[in-house]
């Protein structure tokens, strides 16, 4: 494969989302930006809500994960669908019945300005680190397949990188977002079907035999009855389940998109065909990672030493050049959802919960949107240069940690809510600040030294239950004698 023949595909597809974007920014407004006007259909939402949740991360780093956890990954997407349950009957009512755009207003509502702040500011934070490690991943897979070749800069790199996504989203928000996940989503699991296909006729397999080939493989294996093991499949039943908690559920960026359904009974529709769908695209993950170490093995290549760069390295180097551009198209596929959802939610977030912009009736609709207008552009110029510091600082190891911190931010969130949600008590507002930043650096530290503290027992995913259930035991310490009304 040619730079050129990568950089022509990759143009390609943006001219396709440019068109799909053309369709849908007609006649939009700050309404159509920030919740769809209301009448986006729950099918089509269901569908690219696949692609928004598949990132570039889980597009290389699932396959890869197979050789050493085999399919217990699987367990974790089946708790997922308790997760689900739980977003669809008790978070997703309440913010409808609420009228919420963006959804930590209710922690204003429950309890006070600091609270408030404090969610909204640890979603930001969040959402920053990891979609500009999301993007970093994908846009440097770019730079050493195109670009290095044409001597362009990392920074211009990403620079065009940001400004396409800039243009498509600016005006329609999540208008145009729902309508690209869903082109996003059908390349993705084309690339993950077509690789599938074409591993098979080159190890000359037909799909029965390849089937067998990866149950009797020892990959397929799902269950982990260690419970020392990260894998344990408690663990990972649970955790998933609250993964899909605090990743789904109190997201500013996938409730936007369930928020913009036409009324709460699409929205349930929604998530419930979105949860079921994921299961069976998450397997096809799994499968695709135990046919490319099957493919390793039976051609004696040598497996790279980072298993998140198995897939890549095999499409690319061994398959041909029709594998290496669907590999391309469909990691490109992955990408964007990370960047324009994160970029749009973002925007929202701090307009409705900094600037307060749907409370400010003094100004006009035209000024509102000037105003998102340049938010929308300050957090694209910020995760730019996040994700410049990311190459700057060279190491992966490093990046990865800074991820995993990020991650622990919902932690908080999800104490907060279930506090809030589960209890009737008002807490001291001021001192909620204080308990959210002390739950990750407690968690942070726990994960570190759990193996000489807890005899050998490593945290896994379940450590996000451990930061939420911190938080909500800090806020009942803060509780005051005044009850509040509960809201489910």
């Known amino acids: 494969m040619t730079p050129t023949l990568i950089f022509?595909?990759?143009l390609a597809y943006t001219v396709l989302l440019f068109a799909v974007t053309w369709l849908t920014t007609r006649k939009a407004n700050n309404e159509s930006y920030f919740i769809g006007n209301k009448a986006s259909p729950w099918y089509i939402v269901a569908y690219g809500m696949i692609?928004?949740?598949?990132?570039?991360?889980?597009?290389?780093?699932?396959?890869?994960?197979v050789g050493a956890t085999q399919f217990s990954y699987l367990l974790v997407v089946c708790g997922y669908l308790i997760g689900y349950t739980v977003i669809a009957t008790v978070l997703m009512p309440m913010y409808y019945r609420l009228n919420l755009t963006s959804i930590y207003s209710y922690l204003e509502q429950r309890f006070g300005f600091w609270s408030y702040k404090t969610g909204a500011f640890f979603f930001l934070l969040s959402r920053t680190i990891g979609a500009s490690f999301r993007m970093f991943l994908v846009v440097n897979v770019l730079q050493v397949f195109v670009f290095d070749a044409w001597h362009i800069p990392f920074f211009v790199t990403v620079s065009i990188f940001i400004l396409l996504i800039i243009l498509y989203t600016f005006k329609g928000g999540i208008k145009t977002i729902i309508w690209t996940d869903t082109l996003q989503t059908t390349f993705m699991l084309l690339a993950v079907g077509l690789s599938i296909y074409l591993i098979s006729k080159d190890l000359h397999f037909d799909f029965s035999h390849l089937l067998s080939t990866v149950w009797n493989s020892?990959?397929?294996?799902?269950?982990?009855?260690?419970?020392?093991?990260?894998?344990?499949?408690?663990?990972?039943?649970l955790s998933g389940a609250f993964i899909a908690i605090v990743m789904t559920g109190l997201d500013q960026e996938m409730m936007q998109k369930n928020l913009s359904c036409r009324n709460i009974g699409d929205a349930q529709k929604n998530m419930f065909t979105f949860s079921i769908v994921l299961v069976f695209v998450n397997l096809m993950f799994l499968f695709l990672g135990a046919v490319l170490y099957i493919y390793t093995r039976n051609h004696g290549i040598e497996l790279p030493g980072r298993t998140d760069d198995l897939f890549p390295v095999i499409a690319i180097k061994y398959l041909g050049p029709l594998a290496g551009l669907v590999?391309?198209?469909?990691?490109?596929?992955?990408?964007?959802?990370?960047?324009?959802?994160?970029?749009?939610?973002?925007?929202?977030?701090?307009?409705?919960?900094?600037?307060?912009l749907n409370k400010r009736s003094e100004l006009t609709e035209?000024?509102?949107k000037q105003i998102r207008y340049k938010v929308h552009f300050s957090f694209a110029v910020l995760l730019l240069l996040v994700i410049v510091?990311?190459?700057?600082?060279?190491?992966?190891?490093?990046?990865?940690?800074?991820?995993?911190?990020?991650?622990?931010?919902?932690?908080?969130?999800?104490?907060?809510?279930?506090?809030?949600?589960?209890?009737?008590w008002q807490v001291n507002d001021?001192?909620?600040?204080?308990?959210?930043?002390?739950?990750?650096?407690?968690?942070?530290?726990?994960?570190?030294?759990?193996?000489?503290?807890?005899?050998?027992?490593?945290?896994?995913?379940?450590?996000?239950?451990?930061?939420?259930?911190?938080?909500?035991?800090?806020?009942?310490?803060l509780r005051i004698h005044r009850p509040a009304a509960k809201t489910i």
């Not at 020892?218 to 039943?237: A, N």
């Not at 490109?332 to 307009?351: E, M, N, Q, V």
């Not at 005899?455 to 035991?473: D, Q, S």
Request: glycine share 10%; aromatic share 18%; hydrophobic share 50%.
């Open 8 to 10: 022509i595909s990759f």
């Open 51 to 65: 692609g928004a949740s598949l990132s570039g991360v889980t597009f290389m780093s699932v396959p890869g994960w």
């Open 218 to 237: 020892g990959y397929s294996k799902i269950v982990v009855t260690d419970w020392h093991s990260k894998q344990f499949f408690v663990k990972q039943i």
């Open 327 to 356: 590999f391309l198209i469909g990691l490109i596929s992955a990408a964007y959802p990370s960047a324009d959802g994160a970029l749009t939610s973002l925007t929202t977030s701090f307009t409705i919960d900094f600037l307060g």
């Open 366 to 368: 035209e000024k509102k």
């Open 389 to 424: 510091l990311f190459r700057a600082i060279n190491d992966r190891a490093v990046i990865d940690k800074l991820f995993t911190v990020a991650g622990y931010t919902y932690g908080p969130l999800l104490g907060l809510y279930a506090f809030g949600l589960f209890t009737n």
């Open 430 to 477: 001021k001192y909620v600040p204080y308990v959210a930043v002390s739950s990750p650096i407690f968690c942070y530290l726990l994960s570190d030294y759990s193996v000489v503290l807890l005899n050998g027992y490593k945290f896994g995913f379940e450590l996000l239950i451990i930061n939420g259930l911190y938080t909500f035991i800090g806020l009942w310490l």
